[in-house]
């Protein structure tokens, strides 16, 4: 998964026409821990979307923008708009990842 590391990028990145995936984590949180330890085969299986992250104590103007109130948060944004939020409460395995993911399928 690739950094986000300025809001510049950030921006860039969501004005794309491909749905793109952006987890907001930071390095104190556990369940930021948690989620890299089995992310890794979901992003896999859900390629068509583009995955990045943003550490939200280096960027926290963006978490305030898009309500990002607990981490680890996934948000899907294109075309610059956020289209679906995975709040932090309920990130927290596995299935509830894929349960999100696939609830965006149309």
Known sequence: MNSITTTEQFNDLISSDKEIIVKFTAGWCPDC???DMFIDPIIEEY?????YEI???EL???AEKYDVMGIPSLLIYQN???KA????????SPSQVTEFLQSQKG
Do not use: V
């Not at 390629?47 to 995955?51: F, P």
């Not at 939020?85 to 927290?92: D, I, T, Y």
């Open 33 to 35: 821990t948690r989620m």
């Open 55 to 57: 550490n939200r104590d």
């Open 60 to 62: 926290p103007e963006l």
């Open 85 to 92: 939020h995975l709040h932090s409460a309920n990130a927290k």
């Open 80 to 82: 610059n708009e956020k």
């Open 47 to 51: 390629n068509q979307y583009a995955w």
